[in-house]
C-alpha cells in the first residue's frame, strides 16, 4: 500500500503541476482528469473507498465533462496557445513563490513543533458511518448543499440565458464610461 | 425749575431720533431741528442753571432718577442724572458752545449732501455729552463716554467718500477704546471693590475704606485715567487727535476741541477724591500732562494745516488741564476747560471761516493777507490766538493758565519742575499761535476768497469771540482783590487746594512772569514769521533743523511707532491667518482620510489574480501570525 | 401639556408648509405663510404660558410648568419637558427668530420653498425642544435632531461651497454630539449603578455621586460637546464655513440659536451635573474662552468676504459666554442670558443685512464693496446699528451682556476679565472695518441697487427696537431669567457630592484674600471663586486689614 | 498502509494546494485560473480525508463531499460566467476584465 500512496502522489504532484504549465487548455484538463485520478488512488489508501468513487464520478467525472462542454463551445483557435505563452512571464512566478515560500515554513514550522502521534484509527470509517453523519448531524449542511447546488443551477442557468440580450446595451455602457 | 433736568439731554435725542427717521425728507428744515433742539437744551439748561443757583438744592446736589437700568443682585445702575455745580459748568459749556456752533453749521454745511445726517450725529453727540456730563454713576457716564466716542467717529468719518477719512476716524475710536477699556476695568475694579457705581456713594466709600496711598485707590486711579488718557488724546494715546481734523470744522470745534476730549478731565476732576487718595498716580497725571503740553505745542510748531496746528494745540491745552488735576487744581482745570472751550471754538470757527473761504484750502502757505478780505474772521481768530496766547488782563486764557501754573509752582511735589515746563508751553503756545496768525492773515494775499461769511457763521464767532474775553473774569486772581467767583462755586465739589503756603506777592510775580513770557512768544512769533521770514525759513533748512521740524511734525513720532509696533503686526497676522490656521487641523485629517482613500482605492485594480494574490497574502500572513502565535 | 404643543406645532407647520410647497404655483407663498402661522401660534401659546402661569406651578422650584410622559419607562426615558424663565426666554427667542428668518428670506427662497420651510420649523422645533427637555436622552434627541434639517438647509440652498460646508458643520457636531451621548450613557449608568433606578431624568440625575476622574470625563464629553456647538476654538472651524455657504435664514437660525443650544447645554447640564470638575476645569474654560474671544475678532479682521467676517465674529462673542458660564456667578450668568439674546440678534441682522445685500450685488466679496452708503444710506445706517452693537457700544444689548461677563468674571477671577476686555478693542476693529470697507471709502464697484424694501425695513426696525430695548431698558429680561439662574446656581451647590474636592487656587493672583463686600448677596459658589487682588499687601500691607 | 506518516500526507497536500494557487495567481486565462481553483480544492479536500483517516471519523469524508457539492456549483455558475465574459470581451484574459477599478 505505501508504493501504492507514493506513486499515486507522484502522479498526482506531476500531474497538477503540468496542468498549470500548459498552453494548450484541452491539455491542460487531461492533465487534470490525471491528478484527480491519482487522488482517487490516494484516496483509496487512505481508507476512502467511497469518496475515491464519488471523486471519480463526479469530479473526474461530471465537472471536466462542463470543462470540455466550455472550451468546446468558445471554440478556441490556435492562436489562443501563443496567447498562453506570450501571457506566461518568468517574472510573474517569483510573487506565487514567495507566498508558497512563506507557507512551506509555516508548514515545516507547524509539523517540527506539532507533537507527533503516530499511529491510526483501528478501523477508517466506511461508507456507512459517512451516511450516518451526513444525515445526522451534518443534515443543515446536506440542505444547505443542496440550496447551494439549486443556486448554481439558477445561477448558471440565468447567466447562459440572458447573454444575448444583455450583450448591446453593455457594451454601450462600455463605450459611454471611457474610463 | 431743576425737574426740567431731563429735558436737557433728552431733547438733542429726540432731535437726533426725528433726524435719524426723517431727516432726509426734511432739507433745509433739517437744521432748524438739529440747532433748534440744542438751543432748547442750552434754554432748559440756563433754565437750570437758574434754579440751581438762585435755589441751591440740600448740599448743592440734585438727583434725578429716571428708570432702573439694570439691576443685577447688588448691581443696579439706574439711569439717573445727577447735577452738581461741576456738572452744571460742564452742561453749560455743552450747551451753549454747542448751541452756537450747530447755529454755524447750518450755513458752514449748507451745501453738504449729508446735511440733515450731520445735524443728527450732532444732536446725538450733544445729548451723550450730556448724559456724559450729568451722569450719576460711573457705568450711565461711561455710555455717553462711548456715545461721544461714537459720535466722534461718526463726525470724523463724515465724509465718507474719501478713505483716509474713514482711516482717521477709526483710528480715532479704536484708540480711545484702548482708554475705555481700560476704564471698562476700572469699573470692575471699582463696583467689586466698593460695591457701587454710583459716583456719590463711590467716593463715600473710598474714602471710608481705603486708605490714601495704598494700592487699592491707585489701581483704580490708574485705570480712570486710562480712559481719560484715551479720550482726552494724552499721552501716549494721543495720536488720534491730528487725524481727527478729517471731520468737518465744526465737528473739530465741538467735539475735538471744546467738549469730548476735555471729558477726560471732567472724568478725573469727578473723580477726585480717588486720584487724591493715589498721590503716585496723581503725580503721574501731572508729568503726563506737561510733557504732552510741551511735545504737542513744539508740534504746533511747524504743522502746515491750519486745522493740524489747532489739534496739537488742543492736546496741549488739556495737556495744561492735567498738569492742573495732577497738582490737585481741580477749579483750575475746569476753568481752563471752560476758557478753552470758548477760545478753541473759536479758533476752530474762525479756521472754519477761513477754509471755507478760501474754498477747502487747509495749507497755511497758500493763505496770506486775509486780514482785510475777512475782517470779522481775522478780528474773531485773533481774540481767540490771544486767549490761547493768554495774553494778560483782557483775555480768558491769562487767568485760567495762570492759575494753573500757578497751582503747579504750589505742588509740593516737582512743583518748580512743572511750572517751567508749563511756562516754557506757554512760550511755544503764543508762539504757534502767532505764527499762525500772522501768516494767515498778515503778509501778501496768496488765494482768492470766493465767499465770506454769512449771519449764521458771524454770530456764533462773535458769541464765542465774546466770551473768550469775559470768560475769565469769574475767576480772578487774589491779588486783584475780587472774589474768585468760580471756584468758590465749585467748591462744594471740590477739596479746597492747599493755599497755606504762598502770599499774594508770590502769585503776582508768577503772573506778571508768564505775560511776559507770552508777550515775547508773540514777538518772537512776529520777528520770524512775518517781520524776517528768511530766518525761520533758513533755520528750517538747516540739517538739524530739518531733521527737528520732520519730527516734530510726526508728532514726535508715535504714529510711526504705532504704526510698526501694533497696527503692521496685527494686519498682517489677520491677512496671513485669513484661512485660520487651526482649520489646518481639520484639515490635514481630512487629507489624511483623503489619502488613504486614494491609497485604498488605486488597491481596487479590477484584476482578479491581484485581488487572489492579495487573498492569498493577507491569508498567509494570518496563518503565519496564527502560527507563530500558538 | 401646553409645552408639547409648543414643539408640536412648528413640527406640524413643517409638514403643511411641504405639504402646500409641492403647488407649483403659489406654493412658496403658501408655505411661507403656513410657516409664520405655525410660529404665531407658537408665539400665541408663549403668552398663554406668561398670563396663566402663576396659577400652574411645576414640581421643581423654579420651573413653572412642566410635562411629563413615559416614552421607553424599561430604559428610564421620559418625555419630560419643563420650563423657567431662562427656557421662555430662549423659547421667545427660538419663535422670533425663526419669523424674522422666514420674512427675511422671503424672496430669497424660490426653488423648493415648501421643502426649505419644512426643513427650517422642524430645525426651530428641535431647537425649541432642546430648551424644554429635562430628559438627557430626550436633550440628545431634539440635539440630533435639529441637526439634520440644519444639513439639508445648507446642503441645499446654500452657496457656493455648500456642500463641504454642510459636511463639515454635520462632521463637527455628530462627533461632539456622540461624545455627550457617551458622557450621558456614563452618567446614566454610574446613577443607575448606585441608586438601583436607570434614568435619564434630569433632576435625579443631577447630584450623582461620583469619583471626581468619573466627574471629570464626564464633564469633559459635555463640554467638548457644547464647546463645538458654541463653537470655542479650537473646534470652531466648522462655523466660519456654514455660516458663510448657508442660506440667510439658515444663517440667522445657526448664529441666533444653535450656537446658543450650546451655551444653554452648558448653563442647564454641564455645570449643575458636574459642578466640581466645571469649578476645577474653569480656568481652562475661561482661557478657552478668552483665546475665542481674541482669536475670533483676529479672524474676522483678515477675512475679505462680508459673511464669513460676520461668522468669526460670533466665534468672538462666544468666547464671552465661556468666560461667563466659567465665571458662574449672578453677574455672570445675567449676562450670559443677556448675551446669548443679544447676540441673537444683532449678528442675525447682521447675516440678514448681508442677504440682502447678496440679493442685490451677487457677491459677498468686500473687495467689490465700498461706498454704498451713497446707493443705500438706509441700509448703511442700519448696518451701522449693528455693527456698533457688535463692538458693543452702551446702549444697545450686547454692552449690557460683555459688561454683565466681564463684572462677573472679575469677581472670578480679575486677570482673566482684563485679559477678556480687550475683546472690546478688537472687536471695535473689525466693526468699523465692515462699515469702511462696504458702505464707506473708495467706490470699487459701479453697482445700482436697491434700498431697503418695506418688509426688510419692517425686519430692521423690529430688530432695533429690539436691541435698543435690551441696551436700555433689559430688566423684564433680567428679572425673567433672575429665579431660573439663581436655581440652577442652587442646585450646582446643594446636590450631595460625595467627593468634595477643595477647589484649587485657579486664580492668576496668588496672593488673594476674600475681602467682604457690603452690597452683594453670595451663594456659596462663587465665595469659592471671588477674589480681590490684594496688591495693597505688597506695597504697604496694611491696605486690607485696616478695614471695617 | 499505516507506514505512509500523516505528515507525508500534509506535505502532498500542501504541494497540490500551492500548485493551484500558483496556478491562480500566475495563469491568466480564465479557464486555467478555474482549473487551478478546482486543484485547490482538491487539495484541501485530500487534506480532510487525511485527518477522518487518521481519528477513524466519517467527519473528514463528510467535508469531502460538502466540497465537492460545492466545486460542482461553483464550476457551474464560473463556466456561465466564463462564457460570458468570453462573448463580452472577446478574450478569456482574467486581466482585461478589469472595468472595476477602482
Redesign the interface.
Known amino acids: 500500500m505505501e508504493g501504492v500512496f507514493y506513486m499515486a502522489a507522484a502522479v498526482a504532484v506531476i500531474s497538477t503541476a503540468l496542468v498549470i504549465v500548459q498552453m494548450n487548455v484541452v491539455h491542460a484538463l487531461l492533465y487534470l482528469i490525471l491528478s484527480l485520478l491519482s487522488a482517487a488512488v490516494i484516496f483509496v489508501t487512505l481508507g476512502a473507498p467511497f469518496v475515491a468513487a464519488l471523486e471519480v464520478i463526479i469530479y473526474a467525472g461530471a465537472i471536466m465533462i462542463l470543462f470540455v462542454f466550455v472550451i468546446m463551445m468558445l471554440n478556441l483557435g490556435t492562436q489562443s496557445a501563443g496567447m498562453e505563452r506570450q501571457w506566461m512571464r518568468a517574472g510573474m512566478w517569483a510573487g506565487p513563490a514567495v507566498l508558497a515560500l512563506l507557507l512551506l515554513a509555516d508548514v515545516i514550522y507547524m509539523l517540527a513543533v506539532s507533537p507527533r502521534v503516530s499511529g491510526y484509527a483501528a478501523k477508517a470509517a466506511g461508507p456507512r458511518e459517512v451516511g450516518i453523519a451526513l444525515f445526522g448531524p451534518y443534515l443543515i449542511g446536506v440542505e444547505l448543499a443542496s440550496v447551494l447546488l439549486l443556486a448554481g443551477l439558477v445561477g448558471s442557468f440565468h447567466l447562459g440565458r440572458s447573454v444575448r440580450q444583455r450583450l448591446p446595451e453593455e457594451g454601450e455602457a462600455g463605450g459611454g464610461e471611457g474610463d | 425749575m431743576l425737574s426740567l433736568l431731563w429735558l436737557v439731554p433728552a431733547l438733542p435725542f429726540a432731535g437726533f431720533l426725528a433726524l435719524?427717521l426723517f431727516g432726509?425728507r426734511m432739507g433745509a428744515f433739517a437744521a432748524a431741528v438739529g440747532t433748534g433742539s440744542v438751543g432748547l437744551s442750552a434754554l432748559f439748561a440756563l433754565a437750570v442753571a437758574a434754579g440751581f443757583i438762585s435755589s441751591p438744592p440740600p448740599a448743592r446736589i440734585y438727583t434725578q432718577s429716571l428708570?432702573?437700568?439694570?439691576?443685577?443682585?447688588?448691581?443696579k445702575p439706574g439711569?439717573l442724572l445727577y447735577l452738581d455745580s461741576l456738572s452744571l459748568v460742564m452742561v453749560l459749556v455743552v450747551t451753549v458752545v454747542g448751541f452756537l456752533i450747530h447755529l454755524y453749521s447750518a450755513e458752514f454745511m449748507e451745501a453738504d449732501d449729508g446735511y440733515s445726517?450731520f445735524f443728527a450725529y450732532m444732536n446725538l453727540f450733544v445729548g451723550s455729552m450730556l448724559v456724559l456730563v450729568l451722569a450719576g454713576n460711573l457705568?450711565l457716564l461711561?455710555?455717553g463716554?462711548?456715545?461721544v466716542g461714537?459720535c466722534s467717529?461718526?463726525l470724523i468719518?463724515f465724509w465718507?467718500?474719501?478713505?483716509e477719512?474713514?482711516?482717521a476716524?477709526?483710528k480715532a475710536?479704536?484708540v480711545t477704546?484702548?482708554g475705555?477699556?481700560a476704564l471698562?476695568?476700572g469699573?470692575?475694579?471699582l463696583?467689586?471693590?466698593l460695591?457701587?457705581l454710583d459716583i456719590q456713594k463711590m467716593m463715600n466709600?473710598a474714602a471710608?475704606?481705603?486708605?490714601a496711598?495704598?494700592?487699592?485707590p491707585e489701581?483704580a486711579a490708574a485705570l480712570i485715567l486710562g480712559g481719560a488718557l484715551g479720550k482726552s488724546a494724552q499721552l501716549p494715546l494721543q495720536t488720534w487727535l491730528p487725524d481727527a481734523m478729517a471731520g468737518p470744522t465744526p465737528v473739530s470745534a465741538l467735539i475735538h476741541a471744546a467738549t469730548m476730549v476735555t471729558a477726560g478731565v471732567y472724568l478725573i476732576a469727578r473723580t477726585n477724591v480717588i486720584f487724591t487718595m493715589a498721590p503716585a498716580v496723581q503725580f503721574a497725571v501731572a508729568v503726563i500732562g506737561a510733557a504732552t503740553l510741551l511735545l504737542s505745542a513744539a508740534s504746533a510748531l511747524v504743522q502746515h494745516d491750519i486745522k493740524r496746528v489747532l489739534a496739537y494745540s488742543t492736546i496741549s491745552q488739556i495737556g495744561y488741564m492735567f498738569l492742573a488735576l495732577g497738582v490737585g487744581a481741580w477749579s483750575a482745570a475746569i476753568f481752563h476747560l471752560m476758557t478753552h472751550a470758548f477760545f478753541k471754538a473759536l479758533l476752530f470757527l474762525g479756521a472754519g471761516a477761513v477754509i471755507s473761504g478760501l474754498d477747502g484750502e487747509h495749507d497755511i502757505f497758500k493763505m496770506g493777507g486775509l486780514r482785510r478780505q475777512m475782517p470779522v474772521a481775522f478780528w474773531c481768530f485773533l481774540t481767540g490766538a490771544c486767549s490761547l496766547a493768554a495774553l494778560p488782563l483782557v483775555t480768558a486764557g491769562f487767568y485760567s493758565k495762570g492759575l494753573i501754573l500757578f497751582s503747579a509752582w504750589q505742588s509740593r511735589r516737582a512743583g518748580f519742575w512743572l511750572w517751567a515746563a508749563g511756562i516754557a508751553g506757554a512760550l511755544l503756545t503764543s508762539i504757534y499761535i502767532f505764527r499762525l496768525v500772522f501768516i494767515v492773515f498778515f503778509g501778501k494775499p496768496k488765494t482768492a476768497v470766493v465767499k465770506k461769511p454769512g449771519p449764521r457763521i458771524v454770530i456764533p464767532l462773535v458769541a464765542l469771540a465774546f466770551l473768550s474775553i469775559v470768560g475769565g473774569f469769574v475767576n480772578m486772581p487774589a491779588f486783584f482783590g475780587v472774589k474768585d467767583v468760580f471756584s468758590r462755586f465749585l467748591e462744594s465739589v471740590f477739596p479746597v487746594p492747599p493755599q497755606a503756603a504762598s502770599l499774594p506777592e508770590t502769585e503776582l510775580l508768577l503772573e506778571t512772569v508768564s505775560a511776559i513770557v507770552s508777550l515775547a512768544g508773540v514777538y518772537v512769533a512776529y520777528f520770524f514769521f512775518l517781520a524776517a521770514p528768511e530766518y525761520s525759513e533758513e533755520m528750517a533748512r538747516t540739517a538739524p533743523g530739518r531733521a527737528l521740524g520732520k519730527f516734530w511734525f510726526s508728532g514726535w513720532g508715535f504714529d510711526w511707532l504705532y504704526e510698526k509696533a501694533l497696527v503692521s503686526p496685527?494686519?498682517w497676522?489677520?491677512?496671513?491667518?485669513?484661512n485660520?490656521a487651526?482649520?489646518l487641523?481639520?484639515s490635514f485629517i481630512a487629507a489624511a482620510s483623503r489619502f488613504f482613500h486614494y491609497g485604498?482605492?488605486?488597491?481596487?485594480?479590477?484584476?482578479?489574480?491581484f485581488y487572489?494574490?492579495v487573498l492569498?497574502?493577507g491569508a498567509?500572513i494570518t496563518?503565519?501570525i496564527a502560527?507563530?502565535a500558538? | 401639556m401646553i409645552l408639547l404643543w409648543l414643539i408640536i406645532v412648528p413640527f406640524a407647520g413643517g409638514v403643511a408648509a411641504w405639504i402646500l410647497g409641492l403647488r407649483g404655483r403659489g406654493g412658496g407663498s403658501a408655505a411661507r405663510w403656513a410657516s409664520i402661522a405655525a410660529l404665531a401660534v407658537d408665539l400665541a401659546l408663549l403668552a398663554a404660558i406668561l398670563a396663566g402661569r402663576s396659577a400652574a406651578a411645576g414640581r421643581h422650584g423654579d420651573f413653572f410648568l412642566e410635562a411629563r410622559a413615559g416614552w421607553v419607562p424599561q430604559l428610564g426615558i421620559s418625555i419630560h419637558l419643563g420650563m423657567d424663565g431662562l427656557s421662555l426666554l430662549l423659547v421667545f427667542l427660538t419663535v422670533f427668530m425663526g419669523i424674522v428668518s422666514v420674512v427675511a428670506s422671503w424672496t430669497e427662497i424660490t426653488e423648493r420653498a415648501g421643502f426649505f420651510h419644512f426643513n427650517l420649523l422642524w430645525c426651530l422645533a428641535g431647537v425649541i425642544g432642546v430648551f424644554l427637555s429635562m430628559d438627557l436622552f430626550l436633550f440628545y434627541f431634539f440635539w440630533e435632531m435639529m441637526l439634520v434639517p440644519m444639513y439639508f438647509l445648507i446642503a441645499i440652498w446654500g452657496h457656493e461651497r455648500r456642500t463641504y460646508a454642510a459636511i463639515k458643520f454635520f462632521i463637527f457636531t455628530q462627533l461632539g454630539g456622540l461624545l455627550m451621548l457617551m458622557a450621558i450613557l456614563g452618567l446614566y449608568f454610574i446613577h443607575g449603578s448606585q441608586t438601583g433606578a436607570y434614568t435619564f431624568d434630569y433632576f435625579d440625575l443631577i447630584g450623582t455621586r461620583m469619583s471626581s476622574a468619573a466627574a471629570f470625563w464626564l464633564m469633559l464629553g459635555f463640554f467638548v460637546s457644547f464647546a463645538v456647538k458654541l463653537p470655542a476654538v479650537p473646534v470652531h472651524s466648522w462655523l466660519p464655513d456654514a455660516h458663510t455657504e448657508a442660506p440667510t435664514a439658515g444663517s440667522v437660525i445657526l448664529a441666533g440659536l444653535l450656537l446658543k443650544t450650546g451655551a444653554y447645554g452648558m448653563l442647564r447640564f454641564m455645570v449643575p451635573l458636574f459642578p466640581d470638575a466645571s469649578q476645577r476645569f474653569a480656568p481652562v474654560g475661561m482661557a478657552v474662552g478668552i483665546i475665542g474671544i481674541l482669536y475670533g475678532a483676529v479672524l474676522a479682521f483678515g477675512q475679505t468676504d462680508l459673511k464669513r467676517l460676520i461668522a468669526d465674529t460670533s466665534i468672538s462673542h462666544m468666547g464671552f459666554i465661556l468666560v461667563g458660564i466659567f465665571a458662574w456667578n449672578g453677574l455672570a450668568l445675567q449676562g450670559v442670558t443677556m448675551q446669548i439674546i443679544s447676540h441673537a440678534i444683532s449678528t442675525g441682522m447682521l447675516f440678514i443685512l448681508v442677504g440682502a445685500l447678496q440679493e442685490r450685488i451677487h457677491t459677498r466679496d468686500m473687495d467689490l464693496m465700498g461706498r454704498l452708503w451713497e446707493k443705500v444710506p438706509v441700509m448703511g445706517g442700519v448696518a451701522m446699528v449693528f455693527a456698533l452693537a457688535s463692538l458693543g457700544l452702551p446702549g444697545l444689548g450686547n454692552f449690557v451682556a460683555e459688561f454683565l461677563i466681564l463684572l462677573g468674571a472679575f469677581r472670578a477671577n480679575p486677570a482673566a476679565s482684563a485679559a477678556a476686555s480687550l475683546g472690546l478693542i478688537v472687536s471695535t476693529v473689525y466693526a468699523l472695518w465692515i462699515m469702511q470697507r462696504v458702505f464707506h471709502g473708495d467706490e470699487r464697484t459701479r453697482w445700482t441697487l436697491p434700498d431697503m424694501s418695506v418688509r426688510e425695513k419692517g425686519v430692521a426696525a423690529a430688530m432695533i427696537v429690539a436691541i435698543v430695548w435690551l441696551g436700555l431698558y433689559p430688566q423684564p429680561v433680567i428679572n425673567e431669567a433672575a429665579p431660573a439662574l439663581d436655581g440652577l446656581r442652587r442646585i450646582s451647590i446643594s446636590g450631595p457630592q460625595a467627593v468634595k474636592i477643595p477647589a484649587p487656587d485657579f486664580r492668576l493672583t496668588a496672593a488673594a484674600k476674600a475681602v467682604p463686600l457690603p452690597a452683594e448677596e453670595d451663594p456659596a459658589f462663587d465665595k469659592k471663586a471671588r477674589v480681590v487682588p490684594d496688591i495693597s499687601s505688597q506695597k504697604s500691607g496694611e491696605g486690607v486689614n485696616e478695614r471695617p | 498502509m499505516a507506514a505512509v506518516p500523516m505528515e507525508h500526507v500534509f506535505v502532498l497536500a500542501w504541494v497540490l494546494f500551492i500548485t493551484g494557487l500558483v496556478g491562480v495567481l500566475v495563469r491568466r486565462n480564465l479557464l486555467f485560473i478555474l482549473m487551478s481553483v478546482e486543484i485547490m480544492l482538491n487539495a484541501s479536500g485530500l487534506a480532510f480525508i487525511a485527518a477522518g483517516f487518521k481519528w477513524g471519523q466519517p467527519d473528514g469524508q463528510v467535508m469531502f463531499i460538502f466540497i465537492l457539492a460545492m466545486a460542482a456549483a461553483e464550476v457551474s455558475v464560473g463556466l456561465a460566467l466564463v462564457l460570458l465574459a468570453y462573448r463580452q470581451f472577446r478574450s478569456l484574459d482574467a486581466d482585461q476584465a478589469s472595468r472595476m477599478r477602482g
Open positions: 435719524a432726509r428708570w432702573d437700568w439694570i439691576n443685577v443682585g447688588g448691581f439711569i445726517r457705568l461711561y455710555l463716554w462711548e456715545g461714537l467717529y461718526l468719518g465718507y467718500r474719501q478713505p477719512n474713514g482711516a476716524a477709526i475710536f479704536v477704546r484702548i475705555d477699556t471698562a476695568i469699573l470692575f475694579f463696583f467689586l471693590n460695591g457701587t466709600m471710608l475704606r481705603w486708605q496711598g495704598s494700592a487699592y489701581i496685527y494686519r497676522f489677520a491677512r496671513a491667518n485669513r485660520d487651526v482649520d487641523i481639520y485604498l482605492s488605486l488597491s481596487q485594480t479590477g484584476k482578479v489574480r487572489a494574490a492569498a497574502l498567509v496563518i503565519t502560527v507563530l500558538r
